[in-house]
């Protein structure tokens, strides 16, 4: 692996690790946190949430990991003989398919959605977002996880 390849694929790892621990903090106390206060103001805290992850450093991991998990997979492609390859396409996909594509096609929709509620419609909005956003989160978190995983491995196998 050449400097630039392994640059690349630290990088990428990197990236997926943290957005995959931002989305296990959601999955392991940041929603339960939100789940015990009263619907009208767990809505408001998600909504601000929302509103205000949508910044500099977050988009750049949000939006860089993925480029830079399609070097991987496309460079995975290009060198299929050479060790650990197999295990960094599988994790740069996987994570193109989870913490990426998940959020893209579900989680952020809820959050659109969410974001044009009223709060005096909380009690019925929020348990609903908060189960069907929840169960996306789980599931694109296990997915980071595994992309993690098969990406370090790859990185180790010599």
């Known amino acids: 692996m050449s400097g630039l390849t392994l640059t690349i694929s630290v990088a990428c790892v990197t990236g997926a690790g943290l957005v995959t621990g931002l989305l296990f903090a959601f999955s392991n106390f940041v929603m339960r946190a939100l789940a015990e206060l009263p619907p009208d103001k767990g809505m408001f805290a998600m909504q601000r949430i929302n509103e205000t992850i949508i910044n500099p450093v977050f988009l750049l991991l949000f939006l860089g990991t993925?480029?830079?998990?399609?070097?991987?997979?496309?460079?995975?492609?290009l060198n299929a003989g050479e060790p650990g390859n197999l295990?960094?396409?599988?994790?740069?996909?996987?994570?193109?398919?989870?913490?990426?594509?998940?959020?893209?096609?579900?989680?952020?929709?809820?959050?659109?959605?969410?974001?044009?509620?009223?709060?005096?419609?909380?009690a019925r909005i929020w348990p609903i977002y908060q189960n069907r956003w929840q169960w996306w989160n789980h599931i694109r978190t296990y997915i980071g996880v595994a992309s993690v995983v098969l990406m370090a491995l790859g990185l180790g196998v010599t």
């Open 66 to 77: 993925p480029v830079l998990c399609l070097v991987v997979a496309v460079n995975s492609v």
């Open 87 to 122: 295990f960094q396409l599988a994790g740069a996909l996987a994570y193109l398919v989870g913490p990426f594509g998940i959020t893209v096609l579900f989680n952020v929709p809820l959050n659109n959605r969410l974001a044009r509620a009223e709060l005096s419609d909380a």
